[in-house]
């Protein structure tokens, strides 16, 4: 590592001031605290930290991979930090509960070098299917958490948090949400490690191996592990405390920004008594202070009321009666991220300061632009084609990807979802019950993320399902990365290309071979552009018994296009004089590339990737090709 | 107690920039950000990206020397820099009367526009450019709009709008920097191959910037 690395997380530039993604401060963080080892599954908003490990591992020599999935993640880090490393992890809040199994009895068996787990939370469902309030898991599991306001703290907090992991033995969470991960800031760089730690695993069958006997002597060992870093947070510098007024404002996350920034705005440093909550457990000893110093509280954070109960049960312990606000007296909602206007309202009502004028901005009406998938993307193509085979009475269950984005008008190719994975298991309950060959769509990622046991499972209770896998060679939607079918990992700029083939170039994992090795007979390989092929794949597999499964292989367009350095196919054209403006093209595909203007259709053509798609299912021949030597 | 705040806590800047997906609104906070760290200023920046994309609405928001939280209070945008018609308009609840807004008049039309009225016989129109600029001078009177993307390309590149914009706000005397202290500091961070171009759609930015009349908000 030296001053002039091209990567400015690397840089050993002590007090540099910087402004920084919070998830890159998180990286940063972690760099600062000599990190050897680093796993991750992209998701978002946290799939920045593992990208940016992705460009800067070799130079800084860190272990570094994208797992298959989370829970293999915190497997492979904790058995790292058993024999010494100070390991970190990636995922979003969803990733933590499908590695929960393993997580849960980290704390029991404890770490040797510091595990630190960046488990990204989503208030408001930004880019999930729920929102979830991770912090519970400190008292379910016995794992101090830090919730960072700002990418200071984040860096702050992520540094700190490998020491305190080897303290106390524990693994540790750091909990950004969307607003910490996704904003920039300021952030002052610490020194970079002069050494890291040794690697030596001491074999202990009785310290790693929690069979009852010992889980219960760690149950025991735990409790005091716990209240030790109680110990610890109570003398760190995650819970400043402002101000000397009777009002007092207790806060957390990126709430703690908003109340801070309210408390300025409005002028009432005098006022109040402005608490952080930078870490939990939170320990007593501070509670009660702040309780002691205020005449009432106000909680000021997202998602459930868990500060909220936290200061009242200590309140109530500690024999101090006073008002504590927050979610359970309705000043704020129990759902959703917090807008900074809407901290500033509450405040104003809390410290009975009168309430801004209602602003009558009227927005009028404005077309949306709602997320699509992009021209030329294959899960188009072969959406479009297993609608015409299966028709619109089969239920057709998709997973976690772009082609989510199969839901709704007009491509109707997503009925129901749940989690990754879920495709494939939702398609046997449904096909059991209802004795209805059904559909299931699931990404190359995906597939190898949970689709393999839900398929063996599906295989083993002969269920009459079609697996549509829609192999497009990269985990796309979190920004692209790797997946076990990208062949040669790398092979291309930007984020991943630090990251070399594990099986060389050319040399990828078969879907196929997996699928048959599961014991699936009926497999069909197919080029989704390729009608005849996938027609007739198609057509059989409808006609046939038990699980199918149909591979559609064709690479993501926007990827593919960066391979080939913004080289594409020629885009096509609507011949006015053919279109009948029967819009069978709109009505069937979805392509944003087609724009209807008073009744006109056209093809933009810097969106239109030339797939063709629309030239063959027009009725009228009015959408022609473009050959290359005609544009 | 009596309100007292200081009704926004003026003090730093304010910055909203709107637009769609590939117009390099992210890009553009990206730099503004960078530039006013080089000056020893304090700059938080929140982005909204979750599920962007080509042809989505990106909205950035550049907060210099204004505290802790990475988002814009509702009426608090000291400037909104729309890269698009619609996503200014979309950004009205960020305007007051104080809010001085930059727009390119030309539109990105949405492909909903046409097919949901094809899908679902829905109403989505694209409005009158005239009419947004109508209800957005109903909230500030500081509106200057132009038809940045014919700048764009009349000098050659479509994809030098948001340096135009860039060029156009720091060009407009909103900060106290002079707009060519800002050019030599870009030039170092724009990749090689495109810089030249980058650069003159800078200049011509200020250039259209500095016709535009200085806000009184700012003296």
Redesign the interface.
């Known amino acids: 590592m030296s001053v002039s690395s091209r990567h400015e997380i690397l840089e050993d530039s002590p007090g540099k001031?910087?402004?920084l993604l919070g998830n890159l401060a998180i990286a940063r963080g972690a760099l600062e605290a000599g990190v050897q080892f680093f796993s991750c599954y992209p998701g978002?908003?946290s799939s920045e930290i593992g990208d940016a490990f992705a460009r800067v591992a070799k130079e800084a020599g860190i272990l570094f991979e994208y797992s298959v999935n989370e829970k293999i993640a915190v497997e492979i880090a904790f058995a790292a930090s058993l024999a010494g490393a100070r390991v970190m992890c990636g995922m979003k809040h969803l990733g933590l509960n499908y590695a929960c199994d393993p997580f849960s009895t980290m704390p029991y068996v404890g770490v040797g070098g510091g595990m630190v787990i960046v488990s990204a939370g989503d208030p408001s469902a930004?880019?999930s299917p729920n929102e979830q309030d991770q912090r519970h898991f400190t008292r379910f599991l016995y794992c101090p958490i830090f919730d960072p306001?700002?990418p200071q703290d984040a860096l702050t907090m992520t540094r700190y948090a490998f020491e305190f992991s080897e303290a106390t033995r524990l693994p540790v969470i750091v909990r950004p949400t969307?607003?910490v991960c996704?904003?920039?800031?300021?952030v002052k760089f610490g020194p970079m490690p002069r050494d890291t730690n040794e690697i030596r695993l001491r074999k202990d069958p009785s310290r790693h191996v929690p069979i009852p006997a010992n889980a219960r002597r760690m149950r025991r060992e735990l409790t005091e592990r716990y209240r030790r870093a109680e110990e610890l947070l109570q003398t760190s510098e995650f819970f400043p405390r402002t101000g000397r007024g009777p009002y007092g404002i207790i806060a957390s996350g990126?709430a703690?920004?908003?109340a801070?920034?309210a408390v300025?705005?409005?002028?009432?440093e005098p006022?109040v008594t402005l608490q952080q909550i930078g870490a939990y457990p939170i320990p007593e000893k501070i509670l009660t202070e702040f309780l002691e110093a205020v005449d009432s509280v106000l909680v000021v954070e997202e998602l459930t009321p868990f500060v909220e109960d936290w200061v009242t049960t200590v309140a109530f312990r500690r024999q101090r009666h006073i008002p504590v606000y927050g979610k359970h007296s309705g000043h704020f909602p129990v759902e959703f991220e917090y807008?900074?206007?809407l901290v500033?309202n509450v405040l104003r009502e809390y410290?009975?300061?009168?309430q801004q004028e209602k602003?009558s901005?009227?927005?009028?009406e404005?077309?949306?632009?709602?997320?699509?998938l992009?021209p030329g993307c294959p899960h188009r193509t072969t959406f479009y084609y297993a609608r015409k085979v299966f028709g619109d009475k089969t239920v057709y269950c998709n997973d976690i990807g772009c082609y989510t984005l199969g839901y709704g008008?007009?491509l109707h190719s997503c009925d129901m979802v749940l989690c990754m994975g879920s495709s494939i298991t939702q398609a046997s309950g449904i096909a059991r019950v209802t004795g209805a060959r059904t559909v299931a769509y699931i990404g190359d990622s995906t597939f190898f993320h949970s689709g393999l046991p839900a398929l063996a499972n599906a295989v083993q209770a002969k269920d009459n399902i079609t697996v549509v896998i829609l192999d497009n060679y990269i985990t796309a939607m979190t920004g692209f990365q790797p997946s076990l079918t990208t062949d040669g990992w790398g092979s291309g700029d930007g984020a991943q290309a630090a990251i070399k083939a594990p099986m060389g170039p050319g040399v990828h994992f078969s879907i196929e071979k997996s699928v048959r090795g599961l014991g699936v007979n009926d497999v069909y390989s197919v080029d989704p552009f390729d009608e005849e092929a996938i027609l007739s794949a198609l057509k059989a597999a409808k006609g046939g018994s038990g699980v199918n499964v149909v591979i559609c292989h064709s690479p993501c367009v926007v990827y593919q296009r960066r391979l080939d350095k913004g080289k594409r196919r020629p885009p096509v054209r609507i011949d006015p004089d053919k279109c009948d403006s029967c819009?069978l093209c709109?009505?069937t595909l979805?392509?944003?590339?087609?724009?209807?203007?008073d009744g006109e259709y056209t093809i933009d053509q810097v969106?239109c990737d030339g797939c063709g798609l629309c030239a063959r299912l027009c009725r009228h021949g009015a959408v022609q090709e473009i050959l290359p030597g005609r544009i | 107690m009596a309100s007292r705040g200081r009704q926004g806590g003026k003090s730093g800047w304010r910055v909203l920039i709107v637009g769609t997906g590939g117009q390099g609104v992210l890009t553009a906070a990206r730099l503004l950000c960078d530039l006013f760290v080089d000056r020893g200023h304090d700059v938080v920046s929140g982005q909204l990206h979750g599920m962007a994309q080509r042809g989505g609405s990106v909205q950035s928001s550049v907060l210099i020397d204004c505290g802790s939280s990475p988002m814009i209070a509702k009426g608090r945008a000291d400037v909104v820099l729309g890269f698009e018609p619609v996503e200014t308009a979309r950004a009205l609840p960020f305007m007051s009367s104080r809010t001085v807004v930059y727009m390119n008049t030309n539109p990105v039309i949405p492909y909903t526009v046409g097919q949901q009225w094809v899908l679902s016989k829905g109403k989505a129109e694209y409005p009158c450019v005239d009419e947004l600029r109508e209800t957005i001078e109903a909230v500030t009177p500081h509106l200057y709009s132009f038809d940045v993307t014919g700048l764009a390309e009349e000098s050659g590149s479509s994809t030098t709008l948001n340096m135009i914009m860039l060029g156009c706000l720091l060009g407009s005397g909103s900060f106290p920097y002079a707009p060519g202290d800002f050019c030599s500091a870009l030039s170092g961070r724009l990749p090689p191959a495109s810089a030249d171009a980058n650069r003159k759609a800078f200049s011509k930015g200020v250039e259209l910037g500095k016709t535009f009349q200085r806000s009184e908000c700012y003296s």
């Open positions: 001031r910087a402004c978002t908003p930004i880019t306001a700002t969307t607003r996704h904003s920039s800031g300021m990126v703690y920004a908003h801070a920034q300025a705005d409005l002028g009432v006022e807008s900074p206007d500033e410290l009975h300061l009168e602003t901005v009227q927005v009028p404005l077309p949306g632009r709602p997320p699509v992009c008008e007009p819009s709109v009505r979805g392509c944003p590339a087609i724009l209807v203007t969106l």
